[in-house]
């Protein structure tokens, strides 16, 4: 089946018997639905409109709630302050400018001295973090909005303490099945092979 939408401003345009069925300057809804016929086995084309009025929406149904919308962001230190910029600062506004639903932030480069209220309020969002265990830099946040509904899922994690910057975050949409977010930086300069492999232990998993 093939559905389009059109507008018709010009009845003349159109032949007969199909022009006596429109009516000029409004918006109307067409689906061509091909269908074999049992005597000849050709298909025959079956033209349906409908006349898209005030009141009827094209996709009736209940009201849609806020869609699910989200960033990733690879910070690079999320507390960093200088001379220039304040991240913490610019980030902040950008979730007040856009209020998404999802945040993952790669480098967060934050540590358990940082507590999670310093980034984002728990009023409006449920935060997880993976930060690194040894050395500078490194680490993963995922924020979802608390309109979603959402729990981490360290079972679906190697374990593994090194070479393991992967978090993951169950997400429960209505009507939908349960999705599982994925969050991983790799720094470039790692090339072990524990890296990936803890990715796809994570994966298989999934």
Not at 41 to 55: E, I, K, N, S
Not at 87 to 116: D, G, M, Y
Not at 166 to 172: A, G, Q
Request: include cysteine; charged fraction near 15%; glycine fraction near 4%.
């Amino acid at each position: 089946m093939v559905v389009r939408t059109c507008n018709v401003n010009h009845v003349g345009s159109l032949h007969n018997p199909l022009a006596s069925l429109f009516i000029p300057n409004l918006t109307y809804m067409y689906a061509v639905i091909a269908l074999p016929t049992p005597t000849c086995g050709l298909p025959v084309w079956y033209f349906l409109l409908l006349l898209l009025c005030g009141d009827i929406h094209p996709n009736p149904g209940p009201a849609s709630s806020k869609p699910i919308d989200g960033f990733l962001l690879n910070s690079r230190s999320l507390k960093s302050v200088d001379s220039r910029r304040n991240k913490l600062a610019q980030f902040h506004t950008t979730v007040a400018l856009k209020k998404p639903s999802i945040i993952c932030i790669t480098e967060t480069w934050l540590t358990s001295e940082v507590q999670n209220l310093e980034l984002l309020s728990d009023s409006e969002y449920s935060v997880y973090r993976r930060d690194r265990p040894q050395g500078r830099g490194g680490g993963v946040l995922t924020a979802i909005h608390n309109s979603i509904k959402s729990k981490i899922r360290e079972d679906l994690n190697s374990g593994n303490i090194l070479h393991n910057e992967i978090l993951v975050v169950e997400l429960k949409l209505p009507k939908l099945p349960k999705i599982a977010l994925v969050n991983m930086y790799r720094p470039p300069s790692d090339v072990d092979t524990a890296c990936p492999n803890n990715l796809y232990s994570c994966l298989n998993k999934i």
